[in-house]
């Protein structure tokens, strides 16, 4: 099984820590973008009639803010150019500003059946500084039309002037309005967005501050019923991201659109940041690929350790050497050692105990610098 992300690059306004491929001013592009991505369709399904598909991911920018009969347009090309599973999970991510109930029946036509709403927080002033276009009652009004839907709620830490109660009004609010999946960030600061000024001011929580807010955002969300199955995300039992936990497994996938990553056949490649040269390669009949490697042993054996490790199940033992004919043990002998006292084996699987799995990344990172040896 595989999976098929697509990318919708168009926002109504880049929101102040946004580092991805978006464009707050191009909406009129958004068809003969579509058409190109409809034709991209086309041309990756042909290569990869083999394959079976069991996920559809659309992502952004913001995929509600575009004519909802574009969506639609790509489901139906993705469904006579790719052999999709008759369960397939098919997500739409979208900004509560954006929806509205004529949105939401063509969504339901083209055969979305899951929804990820970017709440982030349900105070607005914090909402207003993240440049967020909705507030809280957006949110509600979103989750209303979707009244016996299957939706995600996001939602993030860190936030300038965030507090615990903040986080706690945030996970309750989501509860309430019937989220069964909610995914807890922690705000990730990059060079050259406008947030990044706040950070250098000093005006945005530490880590150990953060580190400390995810700890209660944890707890209250098992309390009232999700299980943490990756570190940032937790779902009632049942409706967990398949899409996510596909690339989580290492599976294969197929990304497409400006700027959209794959793995498939043993390669990594991703298509073109620059928007204008994505429709002039499709245009062309060209692939836009930016980047194209093979992905060797030695990489695929660190990826899988990492990729396994992030989720509450951790590693299976025994799939780790089905896969690559060699024990964990001899491939990764010294980051074991060094690793011992965070890790546990639970019916053969090796798992980062609970209390370390959100700075899983010191852990991980004796794993790569083996692997680089």
């Not at 369709?41 to 290569?47: D, F, N, P, S, T």
Request: aromatic letters at 12%; glycine letters at 8%; a negative charge.
């Amino acid at each position: 099984m595989a999976g098929i992300y697509i990318h919708v690059p168009f926002c109504r306004h880049k929101c102040s820590y946004c580092d991805f491929t978006s464009y707050p001013d191009k909406i009129d592009y958004a068809e003969a973008y579509m058409a190109c991505l409809y034709k991209e369709l086309k041309m990756r399904g042909e290569e990869l009639k083999n394959y079976e598909f069991d996920t559809v991911y659309f992502g952004g920018g913001t995929p509600s803010y575009i004519p909802p009969k574009l969506i639609l347009g790509a489901m139906n090309q993705i469904r006579a150019c790719f052999r999709l599973t008759k369960n397939a999970e098919i997500t739409l991510e979208l900004n509560p500003g954006t929806i509205g109930d004529a949105k939401v029946k063509t969504y339901l036509q083209a055969g979305i059946n899951r929804f990820s709403i970017g709440l982030q927080t349900a105070i607005d002033e914090q909402l207003a500084d993240l440049g967020r276009i909705h507030n809280a009652r957006d949110y509600v009004y979103a989750t209303k039309l979707l009244e016996g839907q299957n939706f995600s709620t996001d939602i993030m830490l860190g936030l300038k002037n965030q507090t615990k109660a903040d986080i706690q009004k945030t996970i309750e609010l989501a509860h309430a309005c019937g989220s069964k999946h909610i995914s807890m960030y922690a705000l990730t600061v990059e060079d050259g967005t406008p947030i990044f000024t706040d950070y250098l001011n000093g005006e945005l929580p530490d880590g150990d501050e953060v580190a400390d807010m995810y700890e209660f955002g944890r707890k209250l969300l098992e309390e009232k019923g999700y299980k943490r199955y990756e570190v940032s995300n937790f779902a009632v039992p049942g409706f967990e991201s398949r899409h996510n936990l596909n690339y989580w497994k290492r599976g294969e996938y197929i990304g497409v659109g400006v700027s959209a990553s794959s793995f498939m056949m043993g390669k990594r490649f991703t298509n073109t940041f620059d928007l204008d040269e994505y429709m002039k390669c499709i245009i062309s009949g060209f692939y836009p690929a930016v980047t194209s490697e093979d992905v060797n042993e030695k990489d695929a054996k660190f990826e899988y350790v990492m990729l396994a490790l992030r989720t509450a199940n951790g590693l299976s033992m025994k799939g780790y050497e089905e896969t690559f004919g060699n024990p964990i043990a001899e491939d990764f002998p010294n980051a074991l050692k060094k690793t011992v006292k965070y890790l546990d084996l639970v019916d053969g699987n090796l798992r980062i105990k609970d209390e370390y799995l959100y700075v899983q990344n010191s852990i991980l990172v004796n794993f790569m610098e083996e692997e680089a040896e």
